[in-house]
């Protein structure tokens, strides 16, 4: 991307991806069990902001699925 974008388009982008999680169960488990350590979060928001509704439904499916078997895994 260089080239293409600013120095502060840069950083938010590398600051927005330092709380991205993006994986299967146990990568999602460990990254968000990561963040709440980090900030003592006791609610996380979930966004998803994927342009093509059948690829964004796929993607919550998929979430739902994960915290379903982490849940029953605790």
Avoid at 38 to 51: F, G, L, R
């Amino acid at each position: 991307m260089d080239g293409l974008w600013s120095d502060n388009e840069k950083i938010f982008v590398d600051h927005a991806m330092t709380y991205a999680v993006v994986g299967g169960p146990e990568t999602i488990k460990t990254k968000l069990d990561r963040f709440i350590d980090q900030t003592d979060a006791d609610e996380v928001i979930v966004s998803m902001p994927i342009y093509d509704m059948d690829a964004r439904l796929k993607s919550v499916r998929l979430f739902a699925d994960a915290q379903q078997k982490l849940a029953k895994a605790a």
